[in-house]
């Protein structure tokens, strides 16, 4: 009970993060930072639009010419494709997440050293200074790692739909899944300053409520057209930034004490 009392508040914690992002980027003119990776953002998403609308209607006649009961009705055929949709929107909104991420990383990074410096006052490196291509490799690191363990969850969690009960809980548990590693991204971008590698994957494990509030908004974002994709990343990786640097900084006040 601890433990998701503990999780759940720093859920809150993650989505109260963004109400102060748009004064944050405001104040410190951050906004030309996001000029590329909104660019990708854009074209990603656009393009998981268009192939659901291309390949939809292929995958479907594709089931129909393998199922012996199909009887060519009408209803059938609109129920494939749609479910064909929905099928390449899943996955390509996972997908998106991480070229997103990754390809954003050393400009994101950017971003989040100028927040920690109006915050703390001063930028602590206590792993390494990172170069360009380091923080672009880092971001692909983590993102590939992440991909995988998230599209074998979500084989897993739509494999378990099909079961009584636990199907009807599918559905919220795919979306938290997406908001953790959208959430785990966004933190990263902070992280990569003050902890390794493997450290980094530890500090987020621990923290999975601030990574999942962050991404439960980063989510939300998305389903709104166009804006959502304008906003969503520096939105989240403001709010990510400042939330991440609280933390930091309560964990070394609990260890000096």
């Known amino acids: 009970m601890y433990k998701f009392t503990r999780m759940l508040k720093a859920i809150i914690i993650g989505i109260k993060s963004y109400f102060k992002s748009f004064y944050l980027i405001s104040e410190l003119k951050l906004w030309r930072y996001f000029i590329i990776p909104i660019m990708v953002s854009l074209i990603t998403l656009v393009s998981i639009g268009i192939s659901a609308y291309i390949f939809s209607d292929t995958i479907a006649q594709y089931f129909i010419g393998v199922l012996p009961w199909y009887l060519g009705d009408t209803w059938t055929s609109n129920i494939l494709e749609i479910l064909s949709a929905a099928t390449i929107i899943i996955f390509g909104i996972i997908i998106y997440k991480y070229i997103v991420l990754a390809l954003s990383a050393p400009f994101m990074s950017t971003v989040s050293e100028k927040i920690e ?20 490799w880092r971001g692909i690191r983590i993102n590939l790692r992440n991909l995988c363990k998230e599209l074998l969850l979500t084989i897993l969690i739509l494999a378990l739909s099909f079961i009584p009960i636990i199907g009807l809980f599918s559905s919220i548990l795919l979306f938290l899944l997406q908001a953790y590693y959208a959430g785990f991204g966004n933190i990263d971008y902070t992280l990569e300053r003050h902890f390794n590698y493997k450290t980094s994957l530890q500090f987020v494990q621990k923290n999975r409520g601030l990574a999942i509030g962050n991404g439960i908004v980063f989510m939300l974002l998305l389903l709104i057209p166009v804006i959502g994709a304008l906003l969503v990343l520096p939105l989240s990786v403001t709010a990510a930034s400042a939330s991440t640097l609280k933390k930091l900084q309560l964990e070394i006040v609990e260890k000096t004490h």
């Open 117 to 136: 410096m109006h915050v703390t006052g001063k930028i602590n490196h206590n792993y390494r200074n990172t170069s360009f291509i380091q923080q672009l």
